[in-house]
């Protein structure tokens, strides 16, 4: 499906939230949600839901869910479902598995990390490699290109190193490294690599196992379910790490990584929002890995398109500053306007019913990075699939007016 043939518009009509005349251009903080999630949530509730693991039918439909959850995060990456482990959200679970991991580190142990990540995916292994005494590197941004260069990795990984972690793309300059040729460097050394999906994965084809990703990590919010993350990892991997946990709770893989009692109408949303993502696709008759991938290619293009108009547009008016040239980028924009503070820019968009989000947004390293953190940061506006020409049409012509 090429990005003319997309059809926009019956994407749109799936989302009730955006019926209130608003332009969300704030998916990078969390998508809106079709019609099909949120019923799927509602109906777990209606047919009777109870814990996990017991002997009546509203428990053993738990167990479904919680099975068919699994099942639906490893089709939309290219995983296994015995090594998907669903938690609250991205930032909780990292903190897990970097605790779980640092049982194993010691003093001269090196773990790397990226300047371009979200904070969550640099702070939880600062904080976890303090503890083990292990070292810390660093990854370094390009501020004038925002691109993280591959070849740095060389340098920075060697027979120390135990973990690498690093973002498949930015959440505010879009940025999109290449995370294969920095996954090979990081397997060369006999270390494992952690990749953030978080903003990736609402963008395009995922396939944990050719980009080399040992763990990789995506959050449902961000593609249209609920607040529902998860790590995908190889279950063999899994086996070999024990997080804290508590003497009755389960201790196989990937239980064993999930404390207490899981939101399980939402995981039955996460199944969901994986049916609306894979029925973006013309194909019938497939399985759902494969229409995933058709239909993420498709997405990709279609917001490839769009977001050449968004980002065109910023680039040529004169009183605003784009920041990020990256070569693959996700489609998401972060700028400053001229004699305005990020925060105004983004009052004054929401009172013409344009959503934008300003300031760091939890991109502190990279933020820093470009010297704009102590001025309020950038605003970002960023493009998901229901997203379309009127959304960056009406960003294009405020922005436009905003003179001072
Ligand atoms: C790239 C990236 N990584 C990690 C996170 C944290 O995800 P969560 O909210 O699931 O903890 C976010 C959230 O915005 C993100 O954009």
Redo the contacts with the bound molecule.
């Keep these: 499906m090429s990005a003319e043939s997309y059809d926009a518009s019956r994407v749109r009509g799936l989302f009730p939230a955006l019926a209130d005349g608003y332009a969300y251009l704030d998916g ?3 998508t809106q949600l079709p019609e099909s999630v949120i019923e799927a949530i509602a109906n777990a509730y209606r047919s009777g839901l109870s814990n996990t693991d017991g002997a009546f039918p509203a428990s053993l439909r738990a167990n479904r869910i919680v099975a068919e959850c699994r099942q639906a995060v490893a089709d939309l990456v290219g995983g296994e479902p015995e090594g998907v482990v669903l938690g609250p ?4 679970l ?1 903190y897990r598995l970097a605790f779980a991991m640092a049982k194993r580190w010691k003093p001269g142990d090196e773990i790397v990390v990226s300047r371009l ?2 904070d ?2 640099i702070r939880p292994w600062i904080q976890a490699a303090a503890l083990a005494g292990a070292t810390v590197r660093w990854a370094e941004v390009d501020p004038a290109t925002g691109q993280l260069p591959s070849e740095q990795y060389q340098d920075l990984v060697g027979d120390r190193t135990k973990l690498v972690a690093f ?1 498949a ?3 505010v300059l879009g940025t999109r490294p290449d995370v294969a040729a920095i996954t090979a460097t990081v397997h060369k050394a006999g270390a494992l690599a952690y990749v ?1 999906g ?2 990736a994965t609402p963008h395009g084809t995922v396939d944990v196992r050719a980009w080399g990703a040992d763990f990789y ?1 995506t ?1 449902s ?2 593609w249209c379910g609920p ?1 529902v ?1 998860a790590v995908i990892a190889d279950p063999a991997l899994l086996e070999g790490l024990h997080p804290d946990k508590l003497v009755p709770a389960a201790d196989e893989v990937p239980d064993r990584f999930q404390t207490g009692t899981p939101p399980l109408a939402d995981y039955a949303g996460v199944t969901a929002a994986v049916e609306h993502l894979a029925s973006l696709s013309p194909a019938v008759g497939h399985d759902r890995r494969h229409r995933l991938v058709l239909a993420m290619r498709a997405v990709e293009a279609y917001e490839s398109k769009l977001f050449s108009v968004l980002l065109g547009g910023l680039e040529e008016m004169e009183h605003v500053t784009v920041y990020g040239k990256a070569e693959r980028r996700a489609p998401t924009a972060y700028f400053t306007v001229d004699g305005y503070d990020p925060w105004e820019v983004a009052k004054d968009l929401a009172e013409r019913k344009i959503n934008v989000w300003s300031g760091d ?2 991109a502190w390293e990279v933020t820093g990075a470009l010297g704009i953190r102590d001025n309020g940061c950038a605003v970002r506006a960023g493009l998901v699939h229901y997203n379309d020409h009127t959304d960056v049409d009406r960003l294009l012509e405020a922005v436009a007016t905003l003179r001072r």
């Design positions: 990078a903080a969390g959200n991205m930032t909780t990292t990540d979200h969550a995916n973002t793309a930015s959440n953030d978080v903003h990590t959050s919010y961000k607040h993350g947004n939890y």
